[in-house]
């Protein structure tokens, strides 16, 4: 059975950072794309970032550039959002998806990740 | 961008009933490996997203038959032949196309 369970989300300041965790199990991790989607409290759905099988390749939307990172351990079967200069738009519940843009199949439960003074 | 619209907004069905999901794009999702990447997702009230159809018209397993997808090109459409009570929640589109991936704003079915 695929499980995905995300990890580190939190209360954090305007500018700080965060470093959220997804644990995967169920599949065999090497051989997927992996993404982030988030949803802010009460509305729809944002495609976050995505990361190829070996982390050779990334892609973020212009929203999270430059600020957010997408990594992933195969070694651990572990993805990864390391999110810097947060910002009050940027609370959201974050899911992590196995599958790229084609994909998409499953999804973690989600971590809340709350930016407020 | 790809901009992807859902219509109605709100739902209201009768158990036992029909309904469906309009969704429409701003561009083709067709893509140049000949593929049309628009998925369907249900997120149930308190839930994540379930994945219910890609590629169109592909039921995932473990999906009722009462859900089916359908469409082409820019015009796509959701169907529940008969509406049962555990269909409530949130439907989304999206379109995997086209970069960035972009999602509808979402149709809320809930029972009359």
């Known amino acids: 059975e695929v499980q995905l369970v995300e990890s580190g989300g939190d209360l954090v300041l305007p500018g700080g950072s965060l470093r959220l965790s997804c644990a995967a199990s169920?599949?065999?991790?090497?051989?997927?794309?992996m993404t982030w989607v988030r949803q802010a409290p009460g509305k729809g759905l944002e495609w976050v970032a995505t990361i190829k099988t070996d982390g050779s390749e990334s892609y973020h939307v212009d929203s999270v550039k430059g600020r957010f990172t997408i990594s992933r351990d195969n070694a651990k079967n572990s993805l990864h959002l390391h999110m810097n200069s947060l910002r009050a738009e940027d609370t959201a519940v974050y899911y992590c998806?196995?599958?790229?843009?084609?994909?998409?199949?499953?999804w973690g439960q989600g971590t809340l990740v709350t930016v407020s003074s | 961008d790809v901009v992807m619209t859902q219509s109605p907004l709100s739902l209201p069905v009768t158990l036992g009933q029909p309904a469906s999901i309009s969704c429409r794009s701003s561009?083709?999702?067709?893509?140049?490996?000949?593929?049309?990447?628009l998925i369907w997702f249900q997120q149930r009230p308190g839930q994540s997203p379930r994945r219910l159809i890609y590629?169109?018209?592909n039921r995932d397993s473990g999906v009722p038959d009462r859900f089916s997808g359908s469409g082409s090109g820019t015009d796509f459409t959701l169907k529940i032949s008969t509406v049962e009570a555990e269909d409530v929640g949130v439907y989304y589109c999206m379109q995997g196309t086209h970069w960035p991936p972009a999602f509808g704003g979402g149709t809320k079915v809930e029972i009359k």
């Open positions: 590629k169109v018209s």
């Open positions: 561009q083709s999702l067709v893509h140049s490996d000949g593929n049309t990447y």
């Open positions: 169920g599949f065999t991790f090497t051989n997927y794309w």
């Open positions: 998806a196995k599958g790229g843009t084609h994909d998409g199949d499953h």
